[in-house]
T-cell receptor, first 113, second 116 residues
């Protein structure tokens, strides 16, 4: 039973346009959501997060939106750059104090010049 | 400079031959995690240490063991690797309360295990 799902394995976007990566979850007890970015041959790196008490968090070109009623979050990248090409993982944290995260399968984003 | 270092980056072993993967960190984080990621799948938590307190996930096979001799090091031992254990193994750390509240993990580059 996968609690965090990224249903689009891949996404291709033209440079300068918006990239929207989606993530759905099933557990209403999740209280914190994160996005990680992974380049080939590297470990995932933290990108942006959002608490369940908010519906939007913005950091430069990256914005995460949370819709708790739909159990859905999305990552918007505007404008997209070729260097954004990577695998993006959505992750969720349960209400515990150990930072344990549950990950989605990842979406491979390709930004074409 | 790398803060979470995994060795080896690539490990080839034979079916049933024990293997040990290592992870070291310079962040002085008190929580360390081992994740298994198979191709095109989500990273899956195997277990984690909160200081010396070991926490095993319910569905982690007995074939997988871990050791944490000190704050800086954590090892993943696979006692009898099977073909299904071929995967990328990711070590991650977080800082106790602050890191846990933020949910942020710091990952190493991973160790890719091939089982022949």
């Amino acid at each position: 039973d996968q609690q965090v799902k990224q249903n689009s394995p891949s996404l291709s976007v033209q440079e300068g346009r918006i990239s929207i990566l989606n993530c759905d979850y099933t557990n209403s007890m999740f209280d914190y959501f994160l996005w990680y970015k992974k380049y080939p041959a590297e470990g995932p790196t933290f990108l942006i997060s959002i608490s369940s008490i908010k519906d939007k968090n913005e950091d430069g070109r990256f914005t995460v939106f949370l819709n708790k009623s739909a159990k859905h979050l999305s990552l918007h990248i505007v404008p997209s750059q070729p260097g954004d090409s990577a695998v993006y993982f959505c992750a969720a944290r349960g209400s515990s104090n150990t930072g344990k995260l549950i990950f989605g399968q990842g979406t491979t984003l390709q930004v074409k010049p | 400079d790398a803060m979470v270092i995994q060795n080896p980056r690539y490990q080839v072993t034979q079916f049933g031959k024990p293997v040990t993967l290592s992870c070291s960190q310079t962040l002085n984080h008190n929580v360390m995690y081992w994740y298994q990621q198979k191709s095109s799948q989500a990273p899956k938590l195997l277990f984690h240490y909160y200081d010396k307190d070991f926490n095993n996930e319910a569905d982690t096979p007995d074939n997988f063991q871990s050791r944490r001799p000190n704050t800086s090091f954590c090892f993943l031992d696979i006692r009898s690797p099977g073909l299904g254990d071929a995967a990328m193994y990711l070590c991650a750390t977080s800082s106790g309360l602050a890191g846990a509240l933020a949910g942020e993990l710091f990952f190493g580059e991973g160790s890719r295990l091939t089982v022949l």
